[in-house]
């Protein structure tokens, strides 16, 4: 590994794409968890703002997943465009 890391003939980071998507989506998560438990506290003295709280967690929480996601897969998408093009023509033809 630490050949790899200072040869720099290959991209480190795609190996590294999946351990920080999952610990992206871990803190992601913990952080639902907290904020279902921070509104769970607040339900006795405000009941509004308790549902409230649960409500928004709920959507930040998946609105932070999909966009995580889609950040991820974007990134990926640009390391295997520079696989397949490297050097400026494609290794495999284009498709007609």
Request: no cysteine; net charge neutral.
């Amino acid at each position: 590994m630490l050949n790899k890391f200072l040869s720099l003939d290959e991209f480190v980071t795609p190996s590294l794409i999946k351990p920080l998507y999952l610990l992206g989506l871990a803190l992601i998560g913990l952080s639902a968890v907290l904020g279902v438990l921070g509104s769970l506290a607040l339900l006795i003295s405000a009941p509004a703002a308790a549902l409230f709280g649960l409500l928004s967690t709920v959507i930040w929480s998946t609105m932070a997943a999909i966009g995580l996601r889609i950040f991820v897969e974007l990134y990926q998408a640009v390391f295997r465009l520079h696989d397949r093009f490297v050097g400026g023509h494609p290794k495999d033809g284009i498709p007609e």
